[in-house]
């Protein structure tokens, strides 16, 4: 299914959330069944809707007619069939209770359309769990927005196990036409990215309170005034409901761990019913003067404890393959309202001491929630952010690759480790960019290419975007889209070094064969398994393997579809060498310097020569003795004769 197929949604529960969804798609344009259990529950959220298409009116932001129109789009329901029998998109909104879910996405899938996408709006529980009440999990995703619809631009679309490329590029894509922002959550993880973040802020500015350590004031004046966070601490959780906040820490608790135990204080206020601004009463008393944050009352030692416990969660999302900084980043500004996304505050402080801090507190109180993840450690141990060195526009952001810069050296890192980082169409341009952005940078010397986690570089092509009926002319089109890609890799100007461990199989190897040099763990496996499907490999395998290895080789690798360990690859001559797992990293990085500090110039025209010459010798050769001409003129060529003299290491600069 396609965004244009999109007619008609469905949204499931008509309560405050459902309403406003059911609101924005009408908004859009969509035919929207709006259904709950009973005659009452529906006509209120039609209401709602009422009420507040008057008020676009009243404002100006919308015509009468434009009001009508989307209030005559919206049909209110009661019987599950009539809600969903003609529905492309069904957006569940009942409440966070996963046995009520299910049974809702039970009862969906015995009337709806067989080709329709099923979405839940939960704000915590697992996509994958509740994509198995339906008989087609490929066709179920999160779908969170956030409160009130009409209102907040964020959408998080989020992953299950199970998810189809195909369905999150469908509901990303009318959350775009419904005028929102999608961010994507790749990987099912309890609390997605939002919430992951923003409520652990919230616990911890509840136990700097229960331990004496700072005051409510104190807390919200370093949030507001030092941090620039659009709210303080406390005061965001009696705006969310200091219910809400416990609910979802006693979600992650039980599903994570007890990293996220909720601070007695909120229990307090929760057992008290003083939940925030919809009981009159929470950290503030709202029927007594509300709000008050006195200016001058912040302190360092509070917003370094804040940050480091958000910068701990940044880099726990990060690492568990969730989304990438900027992502994380832009998910907070929209969703959470920051001005500046947690990973870039943090790398404004420093890694460094924020790990000091949590360290520290480690140390004095030995509570999880202070254990510093791995990738945050790391980070702070290298001297490096979330964001490469430089100006944070320079960054580059992807959904599905992750790139970063190590002095001369371009990094790309397939990032889908759920799907064992299988190549989809929107990889296959991520990838694209990515390397014309590092080409086209002349301090970048060399290109690190590998894959996230440790099972797999990349188990192939995700299929899954082509369908159960493929068209010729789509696959097609897929074939020579990872083509031209690929050939961008032989075509940059600089070495290219793949990095393999784990699965190497299909479209991966293709990928491989495509760099200048590949190193491998040894539990690294390759093959080219497309005949077992019917298929060829589509993306170069057929010319490149050959070239590398010889015909007769890559016929056995194609014919067979066997799989190979990596001590084979290196005797056929596809790999340079095999390491232990545990040294790849180093021996790649090592190998990637190398190639680094060679004479750029040569390196270009190399690579260029050698390429033109696989189809015609007498190109390559003309290319070779031009080169060799212009390479005698160059600086690099004086450096290199005068290292050579003197035994030492050339320097060479490009000149």
């Not at 303080?232 to 705006?239: I, T």
Request: some cysteine.
């Amino acid at each position: 299914m396609d965004v244009a197929d999109v007619t008609t949604v469905s949204v499931l529960g008509a309560g405050n959330m459902g309403h406003g969804i059911a609101e924005v798609a009408a908004l859009a344009g969509y035919d929207v069944r709006l259904r709950d259990i009973n005659d009452d529950l529906v006509q209120e959220g039609y209401d709602a809707i009422e009420w507040s298409l008057e008020k676009f009116v009243d404002a100006n932001r919308l015509t009468p007619e434009e009001a009508d129109a989307a209030r005559n789009r919206i049909e209110p329901v009661v019987e599950m069939e009539a809600a969903v029998a003609d529905a492309d998109v069904i957006i569940e909104v009942v409440p966070e209770v996963m046995d009520v879910k299910r049974d809702v996405f039970g009862e969906v899938a015995e009337h709806a359309p067989e080709d329709a996408v099923f979405a839940t709006n939960t704000s915590s529980l697992s996509i994958t769990e509740l994509s198995t009440a339906t008989d087609r999990p490929e066709q179920f995703c999160g779908m969170h927005f956030f409160n009130p619809p009409v209102r907040m631009e964020l959408v998080e679309v989020i992953a299950g196990d199970h998810t189809s490329e195909e369905t999150l590029a469908v509901v990303e894509a009318l959350a775009k036409s419904m005028d929102k922002t999608p961010v994507r959550v790749r990987t099912d993880r309890p609390g997605f990215i939002v919430n992951r973040v923003l409520i652990p802020l919230l616990n911890e500015a509840a136990w700097l309170v229960e331990e004496e350590t700072a005051t409510i004031a104190e807390v919200d004046a370093t949030a507001t005034f030092d941090m620039g966070l659009p709210m303080g601490a406390f005061e965001l959780a009696d705006q969310i409901g200091i219910d809400v906040c416990y609910h979802v820490l006693d979600h992650l608790q039980s599903a994570v761990g007890d990293a996220y135990r909720p601070c007695p204080l909120l229990a307090a206020k929760v057992q008290a019913d003083a939940i925030g601004r919809k009981a009159g009463e929470g950290f503030y008393d709202y029927e007594d003067g509300g709000v008050d944050i006195p200016a001058d009352a912040g302190r360092r030692a509070v917003a370094d404890r804040l940050l480091a416990v958000m910068a701990n969660e940044v880099a726990g999302l990060i690492e568990g393959g969730v989304a990438e900084a900027a992502a994380i980043d832009r998910a907070m500004q929209l969703g959470a309202g920051f001005p500046e996304g947690p990973a870039a505050m943090a790398d404004d402080r420093g890694l460094e001491p924020l790990v000091a801090v949590l360290d520290g507190r480690l140390a004095s109180t030995d509570e999880p929630r202070y254990e510093p993840v791995d990738h945050l450690r790391e980070l702070a141990a290298a001297d490096r952010g979330f964001y490469p060195a430089g100006d944070d526009e320079d960054v580059m952001a992807f959904d599905t690759i992750r790139v970063d810069r190590e002095g001369r050296i371009g990094q790309i890192v397939l990032n889908r480790p759920e799907r064992m980082n299988t190549i989809s169409t929107e990889l296959l341009d991520e990838l694209a960019a990515a390397v014309e952005e590092f080409d086209a940078d002349s301090e970048i010397r060399c290109l690190l290419l590998s894959g996230a986690g440790d099972r797999a570089f990349s188990a192939g092509a995700d299929v899954s975007g082509l369908g159960e009926d493929p068209d010729a002319l789509d696959a097609t089109a897929f074939s020579r889209t990872g083509q031209q890609t690929f050939g961008k890799l032989e075509a940059c100007e600089t070495p290219v070094v793949a990095s393999v461990d784990g699965y190497c199989l299909g479209g991966g190897m293709e990928l491989a064969a495509a760099a200048d040099l590949r190193i491998a763990s040894e539990r690294a496996e390759f093959g080219q398994p497309e005949h077992t499907l019917g298929l060829l490999p589509g993306w170069g395998g057929t010319q490149r393997l050959g070239h590398l290895i010889g015909e007769s080789r890559a016929k056995e690798i194609i014919f067979t579809a066997d799989r190979f360990d990596a001590g084979t690859m290196v005797d056929y001559g596809f790999l340079t060498e095999a390491v232990a797992a545990d040294d790849l990293d180093d021996a790649a990085m090592a190998l990637a310097e190398k190639l680094a500090a060679g004479p750029p110039i040569a390196q270009r025209f190399t690579k260029r020569a050698m390429l033109a010459g696989r189809d015609d010798i007498e190109a390559g050769l003309e290319i070779e003795a031009q080169a060799f001409g212009l390479l005698a003129t160059t600086e690099d060529l004086r450096e290199g004769l005068r290292a050579f003299a003197e035994d030492d290491e050339p320097t060479f600069t490009g000149e």
